[in-house]
C-alpha cells in the first residue's frame, strides 16, 4: 500500500483512537463493510442453486444422448464450465469499480466463445456454419470499436443505448450461427453439430448478451430466460432442454442483478464517504477514482524519481491520487473474497503495516481484533482517523517502525514490498517484532511492470531472502483450492517465525 517507503524519518508520536468495546458504533452506509460482504456472498451462493439444477439437467441430458462419445465428453466440459460461470462471472462481472471494465471482458470473451464454437464446428465438419463463424469473427471485428467507447464514470448513470443494440444484434448473428450449425434440414451434405453441445453454447452466447444488458427487475430476468429457452427449444426440439436452459439464463441473470445492486450501494457508499473527507463534488471523486491509476503511472514515468528522496518527495505530491486508486480497488469482487480471506488468519495481536486507505486495519478493529496501523503521514492516514473516529474503532495508528511495540501474533505487509527501497532493516525489524510462531502475511513483486511501473526491483527474491533468515513458509497449510485466487498467487506468501 502507498506510502511506506520513507518510514525512516523523524519520530512522530502514535495516535491512539479508542472506545470501550460495548460502545462500538458503525455509521449506516459506511465503506467498506466486509461483514457485509461476507453475508452478501453466501446469499449468492444459495442463489446459485437455478443455475446449478439447469446444468445438472444439461449434464444429465448429455451422458443419456446418443452423440458421438467425443460430443459427450465435449458437452459433459461444457456443462461444468457453465456451472463455473455461474458462480463467478456475475460476481466478478457485478463487482467492479470500472464502468468500462465490462464492454472489455465481453470483447475478449465473446473471441474465446467464437473460437470455442469454431473448434466444435470443425469437429463436427460443419463446414457451412464454420464460415458462420467466420462471418460473426469478422463482425465483432468491425463492431469492437462501438462496444469500447468510454462509458460514465458514474455506475448511477444508465448504461448508453448502443449497448442494447450491440447485444441484439450479436444474439441475432449467434442465433443464424447456431442454426446453420444444427440445420442438416437446411444445409444437406455438411456435417452438423451435435444436439448435446447447441445448447451450452447458446448459454454461452447467451451471458455475453446478459453481461451488456444486466436485466434488473425479476420479470426481465425471467423474459430472458424464457427467450433463451424458445430459442434453445426452435434449435433442439427439446422440451427438457429448454427448462434446463431457462433456469440456467434466469438464475444467472438474478445473480448478476444482486451483484450490480450491492456495487452500487459499495460505490454510493464510498463516494458519499470520500465526498465528505476531501470535500470535493460526487463529479469530481468519481473521475479521481476512475483516472487515479493512470495518472499515477503517467506521472512515475514521466518524473523518474530516483532514491529515497525523490521517491519520498514523489509519494507526497501524489497522496490523493494514491488514496483514490486504494478505494476504488478495494471495491473488486477478486479483493473482498482476498480480503475476507486474509481476515481468517488474524488471531492475537495484529500489525498492519503500510495499511494504505486501512480497510484491512477498519475491518480488523470492527472484529474485536488488537490492531495497530503503521503508514507514513498522509492523507490515507488522515481517511483512516476520519474514519476510525466517526466508527469509534478502537485502533492505533503509528507512523514509524521505532514507535511499534511489539510482539505481534500476525504482521500483514500487503502490496507494500515492491514500495520500498531499502528492504533488510525492514525485515529485520519484522523478525524482532513477531512472536516465536508469529505468521508474517505479505506479498512481494520483483519489479515495475506496464500497470504498475512504481514497482522497485529489490535485486533479489524479497521470499527467498525471508526464508534464509528466520522464517518458514507454511503457506501450503493455510491456502487450499478454494482459497480467493490472490491468495494463491505465487508473489502471495505466509511465513512463521522460526521458534
Keep these: 500500500m502507498p506510502l511506506v517507503c520513507f518510514l525512516f524519518q523523524p519520530s512522530i508520536s502514535p495516535a491512539l483512537v479508542s472506545s470501550p468495546p460495548a460502545m462500538l458504533t458503525c455509521r449506516p452506509g459506511a465503506p467498506m463493510d466486509y461483514e457485509e460482504q461476507r453475508t452478501f456472498l453466501k446469499r449468492q451462493r444459495w442463489r446459485l442453486l437455478p443455475a446449478g439444477l439447469g446444468c445438472g439437467a444439461l449434464l444429465v441430458q448429455t451422458v443419456r444422448g446418443r452423440a458421438p462419445l467425443w460430443a459427450r465428453i465435449a458437452g459433459g466440459l461444457l456443462a461444468f464450465g457453465l456451472l463455473w460461470a455461474a458462480y463467478y462471472l456475475p460476481n466478478y462481472l457485478g463487482l467492479d469499480a470500472g464502468a468500462i471494465r465490462r464492454p472489455r471482458w465481453v470483447a475478449r470473451a465473446r473471441w474465446f466463445v467464437l473460437a ?16 458462420a ?4 469473427a469478422v463482425l465483432h471485428l468491425v463492431l469492437v470499436k462501438i462496444l469500447l467507447r468510454p462509458l460514465p464514470y458514474d455506475l448511477k448513470e444508465a448504461d448508453p443505448p448502443r449497448l442494447t443494440a450491440l447485444a441484439a444484434v450479436y444474439a441475432a448473428v449467434d442465433f443464424a450461427l447456431l442454426l446453420v450449425a444444427h440445420g442438416p434440414q437446411v444445409f444437406a451434405g455438411y456435417g452438423t453439430v451435435p444436439t448435446v453441445l447447441i445448447a451450452p453454447l447458446l448459454l454461452a452466447f447467451a451471458f455475453l448478451a446478459l453481461a451488456l444488458l ?16 424458445a430459442l434453445c427449444f426452435g434449435l433442439t426440439r427439446s422440451l ?18 444482486e451483484a450490480v445492486e450491492q456495487n452500487l450501494k459499495n460505490f454510493d457508499d464510498l463516494v458519499e464517504n470520500l465526498q465528505g473527507f476531501c470535500n470535493e463534488p460526487r463529479e469530481t471523486v468519481v473521475q479521481m477514482m476512475a483516472e487515479s491509476g493512470a495518472r499515477l503511472g503517467e506521472d512515475w514515468r514521466r518524473s523518474k524519481p530516483q532514491g529515497q528522496a525523490e521517491v519520498t518527495a514523489w509519494y507526497s505530491r501524489n497522496a490523493r491520487l494514491y488514496l483514490y486508486t486504494n478505494c476504488q480497488h478495494h471495491l473488486l469482487y477478486k479483493h473482498i ?13 495484529v500489525l498492519d503495516f503500510g495499511g494504505g486507505n486501512g480497510n484491512f486495519s477498519r475491518a480488523l478493529a470492527r472484529a474485536a481484533v488488537d490492531t495497530t496501523y503503521l503508514d507514513v503521514p498522509g492523507e490515507s492516514v488522515d481517511y483512516l482517523r476520519w474514519r476510525a473516529e466517526r466508527e469509534r474503532l478502537p485502533l492505533k495508528i503509528v507512523h514509524e517502525l521505532s514507535e511499534l511495540e511489539g510482539p505481534y501474533d500476525v504482521a500483514y505487509c500487503l502490496d507494500v514490498i515492491e514500495h520500498l527501497v531499502d528492504l533488510e532493516p525492514v525485515f529485520e525489524r519484522w523478525r524482532e517484532l513477531l512472536r516465536p510462531g508469529g505468521l508474517l502475511v505479505a506479498t512481494y513483486y520483483d519489479g515495475p511492470n506496464s500497470t504498475a511501473p512504481m514497482h522497485i526491483d529489490p535485486g533479489y527474491d524479497a521470499r527467498d531472502f525471508l526464508l534464509a533468515h528466520g522464517f518458514d513458509d507454511v503457506k501450503p497449510s493455510f491456502v487450499r483450492l478454494s482459497s480467493a485466487e490472490l491468495l494463491r498467487k505465487k508473489h502471495f506468501m505466509i511465513l512463521r517465525k522460526k521458534a
Design 337 to 349: 473474497v482476498y480480503t475476507l480471506d486474509l481476515l481468517r488468519l488474524a488471531r492475537g495481536r
Design 133 to 136: 463463424v467466420l462471418f460473426a
Design 116 to 131: 470455442l464454437t469454431g473448434l466444435v464446428v470443425a469437429a463436427s465438419q460443419a463446414w457451412a456454419a464454420l464460415a
Design 214 to 229: 444486466r436485466p434488473r427487475s425479476f420479470p426481465a430476468q425471467a423474459l430472458s430466460g424464457a427467450f433463451t429457452a
Design 240 to 257: 427438457g432442454t429448454a427448462a434446463a436452459t431457462f433456469l440456467w439464463t434466469a438464475g444467472v441473470a438474478h445473480l448478476y442483478a
